[in-house]
């Protein structure tokens, strides 16, 4: 099993294969399942996370139980259509796909966790890019995943990718780096510059805290995931530009992990610090559970 | 340690209804384990939250995720949104209590998941550690205690007779730690923990030695 970056890379450089390729054998091997079971679950989830987008910008996009989210994916579709955007229409694209899964999650419709749900729509604001840009198809998507996935999986064994462990920064930070890495491969990278991106994607995310607005996966999850596919598809650029990050990417999950493990439990998913310590957050958090303990 | 996440579907994945993968989908997988250790009819569930869980639950929907594990929906069905009231509707008695100390197994997600009926009473220690993934940290079984390493795979057996020895010999080399067997008044338990996920061949190995094998 392979359980850093550096493995990863060397085994892709001196095999000649796709870090994708690498993590499809490891599947292989320890689910004692075949290739093809495992090519369509993971087809599975992309339809999931395909499905997700879609309902995310139809007609008014989605609302919260509670109302505090929703509606938003669908203006950026619009805006974007505008075509005056600030950023382009490759950024919004992102934007708009991200924002639509976070939304869709927050107002529990079904998503698919890459890795978690408040990060889900980091890495599907990441590849619909990388599909209208790139023209991918079908199965080209469905690697993107599984590369993602193989650099996901070091970071879950060797840090943390839950909120309530080790702040945003593991979830929304931990999907940006997953998302870069595998953009780099999809667009012809090589797997070191894969994972020069993961190390500058999530180094620029260190110390994201995570102080959702009553507690709910909606203030600022879902915004955030916006931040972290534009983190994505910038870090993927710098790398595939030829930058390096100076800290192996090994080493920056390792530091993920300490500040994580130094962030005081008001900052790890229990609604108590940040952004959910304000008036305002308190206030939500009142209007909220305040007349409806259930929320149902 | 062992490393927890050991297939990509854990990283992408799983396929669930929103909002948090911790507190939603990882509080059905918990209820999940009880339902398939349980294995009968429930009269009663206590939840007990700690730490995160105990914050929490209540925006994320914890309270009918972890249900609708017990009842054995999977995530992604339809019916986990109303799963506590389809609980009370079939007569379960089902009460949540919100834990002020920290949590007893030592993680911020943590849900204690007790299962009564008229002869048994089970009750799990389960921590949702990220993305869906959990581990369940120990389990009380009728008062028998059992402490687990926390991440599955997990297989508990109950047999008449001792059949230990023949449990090495199929799982020997990927045993994560010793196995474990407590001798109850008229069988055995085992509790076998893996390195990695079992061969379907070595299951239908143990159950032509006892149908009582449950695979976590």
Do not use: H, W, Y
């Given at each position: 099993m392979y359980t850093a970056i550096h493995e990863l890379v060397a085994a892709a450089q001196k095999r000649q294969v796709p870090i994708s390729e690498l993590i499809i054998e490891q599947e292989i091997e320890m689910s004692h399942t075949s290739r093809e079971v495992i090519w369509a679950t993971m087809g599975?989830?992309?339809?999931?996370?395909?499905?997700?987008?879609?309902?995310?910008?139809?007609?008014?996009?989605?609302?919260?139980?509670?109302g505090i989210t929703g509606g938003e994916a669908v203006l950026l579709k619009r805006y974007r259509e505008k075509g005056q955007s600030l950023s382009g229409d490759v950024m919004l694209t992102a934007m708009q796909n991200a924002m639509a899964t976070n939304e869709v999650n927050a107002s529990m419709g079904i998503i698919c966790a890459t890795p978690t749900a408040g990060?889900?729509?980091?890495?599907?604001?990441?590849?619909?890019?990388?599909?209208?840009?790139?023209?991918?198809?079908?199965?080209?998507?469905?690697?993107?995943?599984?590369?993602?996935?193989?650099?996901?999986?070091?970071?879950?064994?060797?840090?943390?990718?839950?909120?309530a462990t080790g702040g945003c920064q593991a979830e929304v930070g931990s999907?940006?780096?997953?998302?870069?890495?595998?953009?780099?491969?999809?667009?012809?990278?090589?797997?070191?510059?894969?994972?020069?991106?993961?190390?500058?994607?999530?180094a620029n995310l260190l110390g994201l805290v995570c102080d959702p607005v009553a507690g709910l996966v909606e203030i600022p999850c879902v915004k955030r995931n916006v931040i972290g596919a534009v983190d994505a598809l910038t870090s993927a650029d710098m790398a595939l530009a030829g930058l390096v990050s100076k800290i192996p990417a090994d080493e920056v999950?390792?530091?993920?992990?300490?500040?994580?493990?130094?962030?005081?439990?008001?900052?790890?998913?229990?609604?108590?610090?940040?952004?959910?310590?304000?008036?305002?957050?308190?206030?939500?958090?009142?209007?909220?559970f305040g007349k409806d303990k259930s929320l149902k | 340690m062992p490393n927890q996440y050991r297939s990509v579907f854990d990283i992408i994945g799983p396929i669930m209804i929103g909002p948090s993968s911790s507190h939603t989908a990882g509080a059905v997988a918990i209820g999940h384990v009880a339902n398939r250790l349980f294995h009968t009819s429930i009269s009663k569930i206590i939840v007990r939250y700690y730490e995160s869980f105990a914050q929490t639950h209540q925006g994320h929907g914890t309270d009918y995720a972890i249900i609708s594990g017990v009842l054995g929906f999977d995530p992604a069905d339809k019916r986990v949104p109303m799963a506590v009231d389809l609980a009370r509707r079939q007569g379960i008695d089902v009460v949540f209590i919100e834990e002020p100390g920290k949590s007893p197994v030592n993680h911020p997600n943590t849900a204690e998941l007790t299962l009564i009926n008229r002869e048994k009473e089970l009750t799990i220690w389960g921590c949702s550690i990220g993305g869906g993934t959990i581990e369940i940290r120990q389990v009380d079984f009728n008062g028998i205690k059992i402490k687990t390493d926390g991440p599955l795979p997990l297989i508990f057996v109950e047999s008449e007779q001792a059949i230990g020895t023949a449990l090495d010999r199929i799982f020997g080399e990927n045993y994560r730690d010793k196995r474990i067997s407590v001798k109850v008044p008229d069988r055995f338990l085992y509790k076998i923990e893996l390195i990695d996920k079992p061969y379907p061949e070595q299951i239908e190995q143990v159950r032509g030695m006892s149908q009582d094998v449950i695979v976590l």
């Open positions: 599975k989830n992309l339809d999931v996370m395909l499905a997700a987008e879609e309902k995310g910008v139809t007609g008014e996009g989605v609302q919260s139980a509670t990060s889900a729509g980091t890495l599907p604001g990441v590849l619909s890019v990388l599909t209208a840009r790139l023209a991918l198809d079908r199965n080209a998507q469905i690697r993107f995943l599984f590369c993602a996935a193989a650099f996901g999986m070091v970071v879950a064994n060797t840090a943390m990718i839950a909120g999907a940006a780096a997953m998302g870069a890495a595998a953009a780099v491969e999809i667009a012809g990278g090589t797997p070191q510059q894969s994972s020069e991106a993961f190390a500058i994607a999530m999950i390792s530091a993920m992990k300490r500040i994580g493990e130094e962030m005081p439990a008001t900052l790890r998913e229990t609604g108590l610090g940040g952004l959910a310590a304000t008036p305002t957050g308190i206030a939500l958090k009142m209007q909220i | -």
